[in-house]
């Protein structure tokens, strides 16, 4: 069965190939970034019957896409609007290949974002059989592997205690 986390995951691949020199994260954005890179993530999951035995899943999947800034932390709108316009064109067949299946893109839309970003949202649904999500198991946690940390030294001052 495809899972949220699956689709995140064919979306990220989909963007490593077409842009192998951009870093791709998922879920969160890390402080300090690197630029290119694009966020992967969903936002929306919703179920609705379908037939008896089935239900339509529809899952939105934003992808925002982050370019090279100047010292005023600007991009450049028309760097963006291209690389907009690609990304859109991974969906434009009007599917989304995910595994061995092919999930329907019911609607995509490429939004405005702001000064130094700019993003595209893709609602894609697949018919899942009743009996599959009831057979649906929940992955491990895994181990932490990295931390970051930021320290900082505080200067308490001359006050005596």
Not at 1 to 28: F, G, I, K
Not at 66 to 90: C, M, P, T, W
Not at 111 to 132: F, H, K, M, Q
Not at 137 to 155: A, F, Q, S
Request: hydrophobic share 45%.
């Amino acid at each position: 069965m495809v899972t949220q986390n699956d689709v995140v995951a064919a979306v990220s691949a989909a963007l490593t190939e077409r842009y192998p020199d951009s870093t791709v994260y998922t879920n969160l954005v890390p402080s300090k970034f690197q630029r290119p890179s694009f966020l992967v993530e969903n936002t929306d999951i919703v179920l609705t019957a379908s037939t008896v035995s089935t239900v339509t899943l529809q899952l939105t999947v934003r992808v925002v896409c982050f370019v090279a800034v100047d010292e005023y932390h600007n991009s450049q709108l028309e760097v963006l609007n291209v690389r907009q316009l690609k990304v859109l064109g991974i969906f434009a067949p009007l599917y989304f290949k995910v595994g061995d299946r092919a999930l329907k893109v019911q609607q995509l839309t490429g939004g405005s974002g702001g000064r130094d970003w700019i993003d595209v949202t893709a609602v894609l649904a697949w018919d899942v059989g009743i009996t599959e999500l009831a057979e649906i198991v929940e992955p491990p946690m895994g181990i932490m592997e990295e931390i970051n940390l930021n320290m900082e030294e505080y200067d308490h001052g001359n006050a005596e205690h």
